[in-house]
T-cell receptor, first 111, second 114 residues
Framework: ETGVTQTPRHLVMGMTNKKSLKCEQH?????MYWYKQSAKKPLELMFV???????ENNSVPSRFSPECPNSSHLFLHLHTLQPEDSALYLC??????????FGPGTRLLVL | EDKVVQSPLSLVVHEGDTVTLNCSYE??????LLWYKQEKKAPTFLFML????IEKKSGRLSSILDKKELFSILNITATQTGDSAVYLC??????????????FGKGTLLTVNP
């Protein structure tokens, strides 16, 4: 599935670094999502952008900051992360209320 | 708080066996329920169920939803080693506004041995 792409695929960063994850969808969808998948835990929704409306999970720390400049691109800006933030970060897109299709994910390791 | 419980958490079978995976849910303003298959990468979409009692089929896989009992099952017949994966159940609900969100269960890890 190449409809949703994510870069980088792997990222190692220190706790003082600033980095950004990028997601791009080529499916003509109008909603995009960030999920976090930690080992042995369910997928956790972090943020939703749909028709310029943003919805966020209140439990997501402020060291994660999303940006959605248009309906095809989504970023997740990372700063001063903690080792427990190491996880697989998945981007998904959909038509509003439609089936979500996932990107391949970015495997993040925070040292 | 929205809740999804999948059972069993893991299952080991032999090729050719039939398996049934279970998903019970409680979500606000339920709209639909999705099943995904996840191997070593991102989840891939299997089914979206919106109506009770209507079975959806795709090859050896089938799924059905019971909106009264808040329950869905995923059946796989004549299993193959390629079916080995984590199967995720995700009901979609709407807690307000125009968006809905998926709440994922922990998944069922299926291992199919030759």
């Amino acid at each position: 599935e190449t409809g949703v792409t994510q870069t980088p695929r792997h990222l190692v960063m220190g706790m003082t670094n600033k980095k950004s994850l990028k997601c791009e969808q080529h499916l003509g969808h109008n909603a995009m999502y960030w999920y976090k998948q930690s080992a042995k835990k369910p997928l956790e929704l972090m943020f939703v952008y749909s028709l310029e409306e943003r919805v966020e999970n209140n439990s997501v720390p402020s060291r994660f900051s999303p940006e959605c400049p248009n309906s095809s691109h989504l970023f997740l800006h990372l700063h001063t992360l903690q080792p427990e933030d190491s996880a697989l970060y998945l981007c998904a897109s959909s038509h509003q209320r439609g089936t979500q299709y996932f990107g391949p994910g970015t495997r993040l390791l925070v040292l | 708080e929205d809740k999804v419980v999948q059972s069993p958490l893991s299952l080991v079978v032999h090729e050719g066996d039939t398996v049934t995976l279970n998903c019970s849910y409680e979500v606000t303003n339920f709209r639909s329920l999705l099943w995904y298959k996840q191997e070593k990468k991102a989840p891939t979409f299997l089914f979206m169920l919106t109506s009770s009692g209507i079975e959806k089929k795709s090859g050896r896989l089938s799924s059905i939803l019971d909106k009264k009992e808040l329950f869905s099952i995923l059946n796989i017949t004549a299993t193959q080693t390629g079916d080995s994966a984590v199967y995720l159940c995700a009901p979609a609900g709407n807690s307000g506004g125009s968006n809905y969100k998926l709440t994922f269960g922990k998944g069922t890890l299926l291992t199919v041995n030759p």
